[in-house]
């Protein structure tokens, strides 16, 4: 059974930084792609892809942290990062990793990040 450990969130300040982990239980290549999704407790808010990256390395981020996010990954440690700076109040949510095999989607527990001031 694939297992996703997410670490790194807490609280961050208007226009700081948090650096999201995720570590996998095994080698990142086996997965077609990775991500991170987000899911807000405010009205309204919809559960959002805020970044993936594919197994060759391809890249792709939500237009709301286009700038913003970075989401990179260390092979050797079997882990995707996701780099968040400038940080806003939008991007409280709790933040989940995705890793994605043919016919199969396996998520982690969430990590949950704050922005207050």
């Known amino acids: 059974q694939v297992q996703l450990v997410e670490s790194g969130g807490g609280l961050g300040q208007p226009g700081g930084s948090l650096r999201l982990s995720c570590a996998a239980s095994e080698s990142i290549f086996r997965f077609n792609a990775m991500g991170w999704y987000r899911q807000a407790t405010a009205p309204g808010r919809q559960r959002e892809l805020v970044?993936?990256?594919?197994?060759?390395?391809?890249?792709t981020y939500a237009d709301s942290v286009k700038g913003r996010f970075t989401i990179s990954r260390d092979i050797a440690k079997n882990t995707v990062y996701l780099q968040m700076n400038s940080l806003q109040f939008e991007d409280t949510a709790a933040y989940y990793c995705i890793a994605d095999r043919t016919g199969n989607r396996y998520w982690g527990q969430g990590t949950q990040v704050t922005v207050s001031s």
């Open positions: 970044a993936a990256i594919t197994s060759d390395g391809s890249t």
